[in-house]
Each structure stands twice: as C-alpha cells, then as structure tokens.
C-alpha cells in the first residue's frame, strides 16, 4: 500500500460519526464523515485519491473509498491529539506545497489555453510549407580507439586512399566490413557529437577526427536530403506540444522582467547548509 494509506477498520469505525442520508446530489463539498464534529469531504477523497501512485488508483472503487476514508479520519485524529504548535518544518513543508500546487495551476491553464485545433494546424502550415520535413544524411565512418589512429586514418584519406576499403581493414565498429556505410539517418538517431560534425560536411567531404563515447571518428557524408513532410496527423500532437511549452516559456520570461527579485549576499552560508534538517525541527 503507499505510504500512510492503511487499512484502520476497528479504529475508523469507532471514530465515525453517524452521517444522515441526503437526497441531494453529492458534489465536492458533500460531507462523508466527522471527526469531533471536524467535517471531512467528498473533495477531500477526491484529491487523496489523485494523489495516489497511478499502481494504487488502479485498485477496486469500493477498495479505495474504503481506504481513503479511513485514513483521512485516523490523520483528523491524529492531528486533532497534537496540541502543541504547529513545528516550523510542517509550516515550510505547506508554505512549499501551496506555491507548488498554485504555480501548477497556473502553469495548466498557460498550456490549456495557448492550444487549439486551428493554432495547431497553422503552426504545421508554417513548419512543413515547402513540403518537406528535416534533413536526413546518408553517411560512412571509421571508427578506432586513438586519436592519433583517426588522425592517421584521416592523412591516408586526404592523400588518395579508399575510405570503404580502409574502413573494412581498420575500422572497429560493426559498420566496418560493410565499408563503413550507416544508411540514411535523420536529426536525433546519433550521438550529439557525431551529428553535430554530420551536418557541418557538405556531400563527399570528410571530417577531422571526431570523439564519442564510442571512441574516435572519421566521417565521410555520402549524401543530403530532405525529408518527405510528415502527415498532420504523425506530428500534431508534437506541435500541440511545442507551443504549450513555448506559451510557458513566454509567460515565465514574462513574469520575471516584471518581478523585483533580490537575492542578498549571506555571510557564511554554504551549498552544503541545505542538507542541515535540524535548522528546521523546532
């Protein structure tokens, strides 16, 4: 079960109050229970409840409910028996899921309302125009463990020897013996460092030697295209999605040109501080 959802049978029922029946429709403000005449909601088991782990929403209704209510009564208990002051580390921990929970409020209605039907297929419109989608390469490689191997490699290369027989005789990736060749490609299929030096050759050009996590690489561009647009509804959602993080992006750069944000030099005050719990547990 998660973490403070326990089944307290005897208890909860004990501390539950007799409820009268209603014959009005229940909503979010419709009482389930009392705890010394503290009233807790049908919203309060809403919310509880889509908190859950998506593993534990997936349980029976009546599981849940069951399940909920009980532990909401059993925490107004315990809560009800503190009769100290509220310590400052609970204080902090409500202040921080207030901000959270409202700067999330506000970051779904930025995404919710910056996204329609028609904004969607207007971006497209204008991202796929000429009808054609991203590039896409077609290249070979010799891959070795040095740098000064690549670099030889490289030399042989400039002065006349044959990339695909050279990569068959000293390349060590699995592409060697078929020359070195990787097909066609598109803009994400290979590690940043390899793409990036990919798309600064032209056609039958070869690059100097280029370091992965792999080792080193000479890279020979066969040859460039473009590809074919993607159908509307292919990338639609990819689209709806990058102007919902645009429309935030803008509100955010928004908010903080207008914010007076200060950040006062402490005296003394170390990164490692944030891990000191005992400044917080009185």
């Keep these: 079960m998660p973490k403070g959802l326990t089944f307290l049978s005897a208890f909860a029922v004990s501390a539950m109050l007799a409820m009268p029946l209603t014959a009005a429709e229940p909503d979010a403000d419709t009482v389930v229970a009392r705890v010394n005449g503290e009233e807790i909601t049908l919203g309060h088991m809403i919310v509880a409840r889509a908190n859950l782990p998506e593993q534990y929403q997936q349980l029976p209704p ?3 409910y069951n399940a909920i209510l009980d532990q909401l009564i059993q925490q107004n208990a315990l809560k009800q028996s503190n009769t100290d002051d509220v310590p400052q580390f609970v204080e902090l921990s409500l202040e921080n899921e207030r901000r959270a929970l409202l700067a999330a409020n ?4 930025i995404m919710s309302d910056s996204v329609s039907e028609a904004g969607v297929r207007a971006a497209y419109d204008e991202k796929y125009a000429d009808g054609f989608g991203g590039d896409e390469y077609n290249a070979s490689h010799i891959l ?20 695909a027989e ?14 070195g060749e990787l097909g066609w490609f598109g803009t994400g299929r290979m590690v940043p460092e390899f793409e990036a030096a990919v798309e600064s050759l032209q056609p039958q050009q070869i690059s100097d030697p280029v370091q992965t996590q792999f080792g080193w690489h000479v890279i020979k561009l066969n040859e460039k295209r473009k590809s074919a647009a993607p159908s509307f509804e292919e990338v639609g959602g990819e689209i709806a999605d990058e102007l919902r993080q645009r429309a935030f992006e803008a509100r955010v750069d928004e908010l903080m040109s207008a914010a007076k944000v200060e950040r006062p030099e402490i005296e003394g005050l170390s990164p490692e501080i944030l891990q000191n719990v005992d400044l917080v547990r009185n």
Excluded at 106 to 109: H, T
Excluded at 166 to 179: M, V
């Design 144 to 163: 070795v463990e040095t740098e000064e191997e690549a670099q030889a490699i490289k030399t042989a290369l400039d002065q006349g020897a044959d990339f």
């Design 62 to 64: 009546e599981v849940l």
């Design 106 to 109: 506000v970051i779904e209605q």
């Design 166 to 179: 050279t990569a068959k005789e000293k390349s060590t990736g699995p592409s060697g013996p078929s020359g």
